[in-house]
């Protein structure tokens, strides 16, 4: 086998090897979070969101490369392109779900006078100074 070939392959068996390490890190802390607090919720959450977005760059540059397309077989690009699709459609419906939910909530602690003020304050200067840049 040439020398390219097998450093290719020695890339992709290290690439899955992390990958499949990376999931069952977050399957083993999983079951852990039902009991976490806000804190560790945002951070697994944010976690996450760092893995999936390096995961999908990854594979964005894989479909970009040549020799890959070149040498993937329709089925297997199908296959891609439909999870990627339902991937697409999960994180759109929660997207739309949270923050749909997320202005409800603070619109009721609005009307119930319960916004926290230093935090309400905060938001409304940064926003005042984005909008005096512009």
Known sequence: ?????????????????TQQNFLASI???EGELSEADRLDLILATRTAFKH????????????QDPFI???MPR??????QKETW?????????DI???????????KLASENRLNPVLYQRRREREDRLSMSV
Do not use: Y
């Open 75 to 80: 089925e297997m690009l199908q296959e891609v």
């Open 86 to 94: 339902d991937i697409l459609k999960k994180i759109l419906e929660l």
């Open 1 to 17: 086998m040439e020398t390219f070939i097998k450093l290719f392959v020695s890339n992709l068996e290290k690439w899955i090897e």
């Open 27 to 29: 399957e083993k802390i």
């Open 69 to 71: 397309v070149g040498h």
């Open 52 to 63: 999936i977005i390096k995961t999908i760059e990854a594979f964005d540059k894989w479909l």
């Open 97 to 107: 779900k949270h923050t749909s939910e997320f202005r409800t909530h603070v619109l």
